[in-house]
């Protein structure tokens, strides 16, 4: 490990401020990803500004047709909140599949948003339900947000400080895991609401996660399983690793999306 300042935020401004003036600073939420980045020497921040004790940035608000997750909430408070249970719960089942018992304690929504790792699995579920990604700058359209492989759309001095998702008619989320990480080979987030109806594959693709518009042109006509028969996906964008060709990341797609629009009926 190199070393590093340590600075605990006082607030989001008093974050930001630290993260504007000190050159190569990084944001510390759980740490899940960052600390075991730092310890095999694959990152080397010149301070880490740790969000912990902020807590205006822990939360879950349902209103106004949305769901909002503030950016330090922890996969396992998503995972078992009624409120959350009641409007999407889809959200549930997908905090619920992360990982083990200690990143769902650990890990957090913001932190998980913010890396844009190419098989985790909250990008689905932002992508898959048009989420607002809310900085303390703006707002992101999720379209706009999830730029390449770990690449967002965030400014070097901008913090994420809550998703916010508007609640669909029905949703549902399917995931073929990698059973030593539980990430995702191939996860599918399929929902039908105000956005129309939106297909969100995470874990396949080389640019990280993607919309397929072939399918949600085909559930736009018939919301049903059968419709996306035959529907190829080009193979020559897919990750292909020693978990997973990809030629069956492929055709996973087409398998987990079924069930996906299987469960939301
Ligand atoms: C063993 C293991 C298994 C896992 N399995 C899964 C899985 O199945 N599915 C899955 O989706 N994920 C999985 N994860 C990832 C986990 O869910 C964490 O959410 C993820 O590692 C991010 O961790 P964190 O929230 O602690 O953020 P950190 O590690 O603290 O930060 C991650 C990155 O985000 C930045 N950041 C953090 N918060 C913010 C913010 N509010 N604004 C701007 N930037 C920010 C940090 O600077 C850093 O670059 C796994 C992790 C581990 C270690």
Do not use: W
Not at 89 to 112: C, E, K, N, Y
Not at 183 to 196: E, N, R
């Amino acid at each position: 490990m190199y070393d590093f300042q340590y600075a605990k935020a006082q607030s989001v401004a008093d974050a930001a401020a630290r993260l504007a003036a000190t050159d190569g600073a990084k944001i510390l939420a759980g740490g899940m990803t960052l600390l075991p980045t730092i310890k095999l020497r694959l990152a080397k921040p010149s301070a880490l500004i740790d969000l912990g004790t902020l807590a205006d940035l822990k939360g879950i608000d349902v209103s106004g047709g949305n769901v909002t997750i503030k950016a330090m909430t922890r996969h396992a408070d998503v995972m078992r909140s009624p409120a959350v249970a009641k409007a999407i719960p889809a959200l549930v089942t997908l905090a619920g599949g992360i990982g083990d018992v200690q990143v769902r304690h650990r890990g957090t929504m913001g932190g998980s948003v913010a890396n844009n790792d190419p098989a985790a699995d909250y990008p689905a579920g932002c992508l898959g339900l048009g989420a607002a990604i809310v900085t303390n700058k703006r707002e992101i359209d999720a379209d706009a947000f999830f730029k390449a492989l770990f690449t967002t759309a965030l400014e070097n001095d901008e913090i994420i400080t809550a998703i916010r998702f508007p609640i669909p008619e029905r949703a549902a989320y399917m995931k073929f895991k990698n059973p030593a990480s539980r990430y995702a080979i191939v996860g599918a987030f399929v929902s039908k609401g105000p956005k129309g109806i939106r297909v969100a594959i995470t874990g396949a693709g080389d640019s990280g996660v993607f919309r397929v518009a072939a399918m949600e042109q085909a559930l736009t006509k018939s919301f049903t399983p059968a419709a996306i028969d035959g529907i190829a996906i080009p193979t020559d964008t897919m990750l292909s690793d020693i978990h997973a060709s990809a030629e069956y990341r492929a055709h996973l797609i087409g398998v987990m999306v079924k069930r996906a629009v299987a469960a939301c009926a």
